[in-house]
């Protein structure tokens, strides 16, 4: 993980110094806990515990972003089930799975280096390529992350990190994986743009993201469904930014929309509220037919009003050798 990783405050080359870790540039030491690297700026430093004292919260906006962010993410990730997910049935594992991984997996070799970006506990990783990559998980809650290892491989390593000033070195990686993160950031082009650069040339990028969609009735709406249970910030996530942003630096190859509000619809009346959730999960056959609706719904009257369209995208960007 030495390889790939940098220092936060100058990207200067990491060593090993006892049991924890040292910057060859500024002499920083980074601690390791519970199998964790934190590599936090000095001004993000009061972060690394899951609760810091209130008196240490900041005045800069970007940082109290992250403080209230992860007010939201610790005890989220707490009550969060460990369960990987599945390639062939759920809605998440089937489409990272179709989309995502299974479009990579064949062309980077048996033992690429993969790092993810806010991974949370890594169940995508965790069922859908639990052996063969070189895996490092990257969040800025240090719970999601120790939780994360018990269901990952023992040569996985995680890293506790800021996704806006991400510490990992140009060209180091031949998968970076993004899924559902960049909204929940301050600044989610200096993230994408950090991934992307840290994608060595022909490798992949493979992000799964909440873009932004006119709310449905809005004329009529002050809020939105899932208002009361999203994170403090949701950022703005426009898809043609994100194909611009992409385009930079390389090349889409596949861009699928899912998540019509006919599919939010069914999984909240059908599957949540009566708590049918490891129904969905465990079958391949529901998982198709809500998938299919979501399709038709999304490319038939999603098509004429924008707010009936799909609310996520997963695509798989190359980067230009
Ligand atoms: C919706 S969850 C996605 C988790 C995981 N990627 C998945 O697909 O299950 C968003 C993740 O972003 C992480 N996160 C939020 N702000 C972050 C930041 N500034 N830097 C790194 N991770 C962040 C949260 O802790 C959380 O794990
Ligand atoms: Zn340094």
Not at 37 to 64: C, F, I, K, M, Y
Not at 211 to 226: E, F, I, N, S, Y
């Amino acid at each position: 993980m030495l390889d790939v990783a940098a220092c936060p405050e100058d990207e200067g080359a990491l060593e090993r110094h006892d049991d924890d870790v040292r910057c060859t540039t500024c002499g920083r030491v980074f601690g390791v806990e519970g199998g964790v690297l934190t590599l936090l700026p000095d001004r993000l430093a009061h972060v690394r515990q899951p609760t810091p004292a209130p008196e240490a919260r900041s005045g800069e906006d970007d940082v109290r972003w992250i403080e209230d962010e992860l007010e939201w993410w610790n005890p989220w990730h707490d009550a969060e089930t460990l369960q990987p997910f599945r390639p062939r049935s759920g809605l998440r594992g089937r489409s990272r799975e179709k989309h995502l991984l299974g479009r990579v997996r064949g062309r980077v070799g048996d033992h690429p280096i993969v790092i993810e970006m806010g991974a949370g506990v890594s169940r995508t990783v965790a069922g859908l390529w639990p052996e063969g990559p070189r895996y490092v998980a990257t969040d800025i809650s240090l719970p999601a992350l120790q939780a994360g290892r018990r269901i990952l491989g023992p040569q996985t390593a995680s890293v506790q990190c800021d996704a806006v000033t991400w510490p990992f070195r140009e060209s180091s990686a031949d998968v970076v994986l993004i899924l559902g993160v960049l909204h929940h950031l301050s600044d989610w082009r200096a993230a994408l743009e950090r991934a992307c650069r840290t994608v060595r040339p022909g490798g992949f990028l493979l992000l799964h993201e909440a873009v932004t969609k006119p709310r449905v009735l809005a004329r009529w709406r002050a809020g939105g469904m899932d208002d009361g249970w999203v994170s403090p910030h949701e950022g703005d996530v426009p898809a043609t930014a994100l194909r611009a942003e992409l385009e930079r630096s390389g090349e889409i190859l596949h861009w699928h929309g899912e998540e019509s509000p006919l599919r939010f619809g069914m999984v909240r009346y059908l599957v949540t509220r009566p708590g049918r959730h490891e129904l969905l999960e465990g079958s391949p056959a529901l998982t198709i037919a809500f998938n299919a609706l979501d399709q038709a719904f999304g490319r038939g009257p999603g098509r004429l009003f924008p707010s009936l369209g799909f609310n996520e995208v997963t695509t798989v960007w190359q980067r230009r050798t």
